[in-house]
């Protein structure tokens, strides 16, 4: 469907009245964009929130609940394989990872399809207790219907990447009430890109979301997820730091184990020679396994399988575990002997987690990876609590501030987005006291994430398909990484009254073929191109009688020492040579050349680092 080209005149020629600039209209796109994906978002969660209702009640029927912790997951993937059926896709990852790969790999297209198949196929998943979370398909929902709106006023791939952002942000803002969250975990981990031109638009998408959100529920509670509660607001302390510190490694090494599990469930299915419609049936029942033994561990009354788990309640690792977040918010330690059980519990209840997560989105289930890593923290946070009671020598941790900090920790080094973690739970709790060591915990837990296992838990869901980003470092080092850091190329100066004859004797003496042109002074003047002296060679009998002067091109802005690579590169895209000149920023004489192979070997050292 094509826009009308009065809109867009319109939108050109109010800007041009009212001299607001070229990209004016975003914002206003943006608050549209922000407005409708929150109100869909609504929509979204408040179906899926009344389904689990629904089904809950249900499960509290006597001797139901067995029966459903095996018929539900079977079911559920049922209905997502007859939705993948219908709304097919090319690429089988899920929701946040199929948003980066339009990103940067498609020109941010994303078909309106996406939004049916990400919505019924997660409702059913996680409605039937698949262990996933909805803020990964509202993300792709959001991101859809922002692309699709970009498509169909017909923007360029930079603005339709831009309302992709919008309504990426929207979706995750609405759903957590977290504005600011949304903001930096699109800039972290699906544009990976911090300039004003995006992060503007992007802000006020995000926040007109929230508000849209907020003013239908009239509450400023998040629409999906714990609610917020009330913390100490006791200021840390300098001698605290060693222990949200520890916290912050133990999670990030633990997050790193995840991605490296996630991936390794990808190929794992992707390896299984049976039709890939079935797989998630596969999954299903390998989830449904977990599910019957921890069931009847709870029928023997077990103190294993009480936690987070009341009588009539499916097991705890199913679906979205926002309600094993919210009794571990109020489980009181104890004493060591209680710790003791509470840790084993943690300990085991995370390894079910994880390998039901493995299950359920590995074998191709819809979903998110936002909620697992939300539970899988906010279990890592109690154990660490309950451990601290258990060994004399670490400092204790408030329980609370264990989950909370926790939480953040593991979605910031899952994603490798520090900044997108740690104002989730901070805009979840609104309180500044949890903010510091959220930040503290979330920064080292990132760093000792990627020292471990350089992908996030998105890009090693993309690298199991054999797909590669490019990263944030991969564009820094061509940003801070100076030309007169290199060694330059010979260059061999000439004047427009030298020949083409003389030309190539001067490219054979000194293996080049790229002159940079002087002036009586020795300043630039112009550049001949290798290309143009080569085809110049078609007519060699006519060298001699050729010049400088017909061969040179003016058009080749002159780089300077201190330019930076992406400056070079840049140029290079716009001119179809091999080599470009360097001059003397004050002198404005040529001293050297820098090629296209130079800037690439600078890229790739940065692969090899890795």
């Not at 023997?300 to 009539?312: K, L, R, T």
């Not at 979205?320 to 330690?333: K, Q």
Request: some cysteine; charged content about 10%; overall charge neutral.
């Amino acid at each position: 469907m094509k826009s009308s080209p009065s809109i867009r005149h319109f939108f050109l020629r109010t800007g041009n009245a009212l001299r607001l600039g070229q990209d004016w209209h975003m914002l206003i796109l943006a608050a549209l964009c922000g407005i409708s994906v929150g109100a869909l978002a609504l929509v979204f969660i408040g179906s899926m929130n009344w389904l689990l209702q629904q089904l809950g009640q249900f499960s509290s029927q006597g001797t139901t609940q067995f029966w459903l912790a095996i018929a539900m997951p079977l079911a559920g993937a049922a209905i997502t394989v007859i939705t993948f059926r219908i709304f097919p896709s090319s690429f089988k990852g899920h929701g946040v990872s199929r948003v980066m790969l339009a990103v940067h790999r498609q020109k941010s297209v994303l078909p309106l399809s996406l939004a049916p198949r990400q919505w019924i196929g997660s409702t059913a998943t996680i409605s039937s207790g698949g262990s996933a979370g909805p803020e990964g398909p509202i993300v792709a929902i959001g991101a859809s219907i922002g692309s699709s709106f970009a498509s169909w006023l017909e923007l360029d791939a930079g603005r339709r990447t831009t309302l992709l952002g919008c309504g990426a942000a929207a979706g995750l803002s609405a759903v957590f009430g977290a504005p600011i969250a949304g903001v930096f975990f699109v800039l972290e981990v699906i544009l990976r890109d911090f300039t004003a031109r995006t992060f503007t638009p992007i802000v006020i998408a995000s926040v007109t979301a929230a508000a849209t959100a907020q003013s239908i529920l009239q509450s400023p509670d998040p629409i999906f997820g714990i609610a917020l509660i009330h913390l100490d607001q006791t200021p840390m302390l300098l001698a605290q730091t060693p222990q949200y510190a520890l916290l912050g490694i133990i999670t990030g090494l633990c997050a790193a184990g995840f991605a490296v599990g996630m991936k390794s469930a990808h190929l794992a299915f992707n390896h299984l020679r049976v039709p890939s419609l079935i797989k998630p049936l596969i999954g299903a029942a390998l989830l449904v396994a977990c599910g019957a033994a921890w069931t009847l561990l709870h029928h023997q009354q077990s103190p294993m399988a009480n936690i987070g788990m009341n009588a009539g309640e499916l097991p705890p690792f199913y679906g979205n575990g926002y309600s094993l977040i919210d009794s571990l918010l109020r489980e009181p330690m104890g004493t060591e002997t209680s710790a003791l059980i509470l840790f084993g519990s943690l300990a085991l209840l995370a390894v079910l987690k994880a390998i039901a997560t493995a299950f359920t989105l590995g074998s191709g289930g819809a979903g998110g990876l936002f909620a697992p890593g939300l539970v899988l923290g906010a279990i890592l946070g109690a154990a660490y609590s309950a451990l601290t009671v258990l060994v004399p020598a670490l400092p204790d941790i408030s329980p609370t501030h264990g989950v909370l900090v926790g939480m953040g920790a593991f979605v910031a080094a899952g994603a490798h987005a520090p900044l997108a973690g740690a104002f989730l739970v901070y805009e979840l709790t609104h309180s500044y006291a949890i903010l510091l060591p959220l930040l503290l915990a979330a920064v080292i837990a990132t760093v000792a994430a990627r020292l471990v296992y350089p992908n996030s838990i998105y890009t090693a869901e993309l690298a199991a398909f054999n797909i590669r980003l490019t990263s944030v470092a991969d564009h820094s080092i061509l940003r801070s990484t100076l030309i007169r850091d290199l060694s330059l190329l010979v260059s061999v100066p000439v004047r427009t009254i030298d020949s083409a004859e003389q030309l190539i004797e001067l490219g054979e003496r000194n293996s080049v073929h790229d002159f940079p042109v002087v002036d009586d002074a020795g300043r630039y003047h112009g550049f001949v191109c290798g290309s143009d002296l080569r085809s110049a060679l078609v007519y060699r009998d006519a060298l001699r009688l050729l010049t400088v002067a017909e061969l040179e091109r003016t058009d080749f802005a002159p780089l300077e020492s201190d330019d930076t690579l992406d400056t070079a590169l840049h140029r290079f895209a716009r001119h179809e040579t091999q080599a470009l000149p360097v001059i003397d920023s004050t002198s404005r004489k040529p001293i050297g050349l820098i090629s296209r192979s130079q800037i690439m070997a600078v890229y790739n050292s940065v692969e090899e680092e890795r």
